[in-house]
């Protein structure tokens, strides 16, 4: 069943990532790697919220699996984002690299302590 789970999140992770991915790159044209940026930052956020949650509620192991190694794991990149990040810098794209960088990390950490932070506020204001 796990698998089964796993591999079902996946897929919906991996379609999500290209679907938004691709809605980004037609909204932004510059050379940045917008789409990426936008689905590790949201992928981010989701996980710090969705963590939030299930540290409040009894939820099985095989549905976080599912969410958080499934799902996510499939919509977020960090190959497709160091590799973007390389070729900035063989393209002399220096600003641009260091920028993908800081904004990844930086806002990636804030926007789980965010998404954390917010599903507790929810959690409490429910109770």
Known sequence: MKIVLLLTGGAIGTLARYALA????KVYTGSFPM????????????IGFLWGISESRN???????FAFIGV????????????ETMNLIRENEIR???????????FGLILVFAGFFIAKELINLIK
């Open 22 to 25: 691709g809605f980004t790159h």
């Open 35 to 46: 789409g990426t940026l936008v689905v590790n930052l949201l992928g981010s956020f989701v």
């Open 59 to 65: 939820i099985s192991p095989n549905y976080r699996s």
């Open 72 to 83: 996510l794991g499939g919509f977020t990149t960090f190959s497709t984002y160091a590799l």
């Open 96 to 106: 641009q690299a260091i920028t993908n960088l800081l904004a990844t990390n930086v």
